[in-house]
């Protein structure tokens, strides 16, 4: 009988544990979405005109995370292994280039957002150069990544 009891009082201790787990796991966040590099075969499809570039890490085709295309009408990102099309959502953020200014822009499609908040560092030769922040939403599942580029014509 000594032995039932050790072995109901282990039960009950294991099954707390595992409802306590169960809750622990749900609080959980979900896993993030990710945000992969495009690459130039996805770029080429499209003609390049007076559009937004930007790169996560050192500034070079291999590092590029946001295009527009279509003269800024069409976005392109590589997001959770697929390449999406995304259109801006709202008007076009103004095209003057100052110092520090930001710029902000959320851009859509299917189930993602990408919001852009970026500050201008600076005009260059026919280009805005910005750094900041790309924030990519796909229903409950987020991630962030910084970024650089430019816009130009």
């Known amino acids: 009988m000594r032995y039932v009891a050790i072995i ?3 039960s009950c201790a294991l099954s707390a544990s595992n409802y306590a787990l ?14 992969e590099t495009l690459r130039a075969e996805n770029l080429e499809s499209l003609p390049y005109m007076c559009e937004c570039e930007f790169f996560r890490g050192p500034i070079n085709g291999a590092t590029t995370v946001f295009a527009t295309r279509r003269e ?6 590589m997001l959770d292994g ?8 709202g008007k076009p953020a103004k095209s003057i280039c100052r110092k520090n200014v930001s710029y902000h822009e959320r851009w859509v499609g299917g189930p993602w957002a990408v919001v852009l908040d970026q500050r201008a560092t ?22 962030s990544t910084s970024v650089s580029g430019a816009c130009g014509c």
Do not use: F
């Open 122 to 143: 600076g005009p260059g030769e026919e280009a805005c150069w910005y750094g900041g922040k790309m924030t990519v939403t796909a229903g409950n599942r987020t991630a």
């Open 72 to 77: 800024r009408t069409v976005a392109l990102a």
């Open 82 to 89: 697929r390449l999406v099309t995304l259109h801006r959502d």
């Open 8 to 10: 109901v009082g282990m």
């Open 22 to 35: 169960g809750r622990e796991s749900n609080r959980k966040s979900p896993q993030s979405a990710s945000i």
